[in-house]
């Protein structure tokens, strides 16, 4: 969302929002002279407060609600995405305080701008009522070009947001970039929603795991936590999508139903009391398992979750562990695949000659330094079974494509 702030050596009112690398500001009006400190704050605060409203109709849409009958969630989030046909009006003419009473809304996104044109016709500026108004059309206008999948200008602030839903626009283009980078751009995280990319990273997760279970004798939900052993990885959240999708969820239901679930932890609810249920009972077993040893039970080391997923940011934080996975998948493969020739066949030894179930497989693993069979030097091999480990999972992927969109 856009945050409003005063800039006191210029005496104006700026705006500024994310864009995936840090934040960029715009001045939106010079405020009047003599304008006071608390009011030119209080200006800030209410277009804040607008802007949050409104790009929660974005982040929270009405589609994504369970039910859309009268008096249902859907309906009331509905309300509130049609209540911006009259924030503009609302600014130029809000409601004021009459014979000691004041009409207030129960919609959010109509009062908060009704509470910005308030804090305007107390300045009694036109000037900046009109340079406010015409900042936030462009706030409107920003958020109504991202529930159409195009993050560009403005619209790019929806990458630092999460939204219950993923644009088959943006996840499509979210597939393209990890076609060409399997491992993740940075693209990724500046110009693509992080729920839709989180879809199309499970399904190249789905994918890298697939093809590196073939060579490791591993169920594919097992990879990355196999991969755990030769790199520190956060494989709680990659194994439960694997787990997911290897029940027949497909990216996107997988991805949708752990976001929903850590968004309504982040608004303090509980969403699945038997699975909190479970969590609670798996701890207390581990605390009597702790007293039968004799030792001093520590709350903090259970691990006691509402959700695997950081609630402040839980689409990103979700998308960072999924392409931690497609990297544990590559660990393991480099440690278990076999060397190519130029046509793709596989070859009898790979760089090192110990096979998988001898001395580790392969005396020189990712990362390490060490001659191998073809001569090649450290940078040489890393290249040449990276490229392997790609044309085999973009492979898989695009076999599972019709899963994904």
């Known amino acids: 969302m856009t945050r409003y702030a005063v800039d006191r050596s210029r005496n104006a009112l700026i705006a500024s929002w994310n864009t995936g690398l840090g934040d960029t500001a715009a001045v939106v009006a010079d405020l009047p002279a003599g304008m006071s400190t608390h009011d030119a704050l209080a200006l800030a605060r209410a277009l804040t407060r607008l802007s949050e409203v409104c790009w929660r109709c974005y982040t929270h849409p009405a589609s994504a609600a369970g039910s859309q009958e009268p008096g249902s969630e859907g309906e009331r989030r509905q309300a509130e995405r049609d209540a911006f046909g009259v ?4 600014l130029t003419s ?32 036109a000037e900046l009522t009109t340079r406010v108004t015409i900042d936030v059309a462009a706030e409107l206008a920003a958020i109504e070009q991202a529930e159409l999948g195009n993050l560009a200008e403005r619209a790019r602030q929806a990458v630092a947001l999460t939204r219950e ?27 693509i929603d992080p729920a839709a990319a989180a879809v199309a990273a499970a399904h190249w997760l789905d994918a890298a795991a697939t093809v590196t279970a073939e060579y490791a004798g591993l169920p594919a939900a097992q990879i990355v936590v196999e991969a755990d052993t030769i790199e520190a990885l956060p494989h709680e959240t990659p194994t439960l999508v694997l787990e997911l999708m290897a029940d027949g969820a497909s990216p996107r239901q997988a991805v949708m139903s752990l976001i929903r679930e850590a968004l309504r932890v982040a ?20 605390l009597a398992q702790w007293r039968e040893d004799q030792r001093e039970p520590r709350l903090d080391a259970l691990g006691l979750r509402l959700t ?34 130029e046509t793709g066949v596989p070859q009898e030894e790979g760089p090192g000659e110990e096979g998988p179930g001898e001395e580790g497989p392969g005396e020189e693993g990712p990362g390490e330094e060490g001659p191998n ?33």
């Open 87 to 90: 924030v503009l009006t609302a």
């Open 94 to 125: 809000p409601n004021l305080p009459s014979d000691g009473y004041l009409a207030r809304s129960f919609v959010r996104v109509e009062e908060a701008a009704h509470r910005v044109g308030r804090a305007l016709h107390a300045l009694g500026s």
């Open 165 to 191: 839903d993923a644009s088959p626009v943006q996840v499509a283009q979210a597939n393209n970039l990890l076609h060409d980078d399997p491992f993740g751009p940075e693209t990724l995280f500046t110009e």
């Open 267 to 286: 608004e303090g609810e509980i969403p699945d009391l038997a699975q909190l249920r479970q969590r609670i009972d798996a701890a207390e077993r581990l």
């Open 308 to 341: 695997p997923l950081d609630p402040a940011r839980p689409a990103l934080d979700l998308l960072e562990d999924l392409l931690s996975g497609i990297r544990g998948c590559w660990l393991l493969y480099a440690e278990y695949a076999t060397e190519r020739d």
């Open 373 to 405: 069979e073809e001569g090649l030097d450290e940078e040489e091999w890393r290249e040449r079974r990276t490229a392997s480990f790609f044309a085999e999972v973009r492979q898989a992927a695009a076999a599972r494509r019709d899963r994904l969109l």
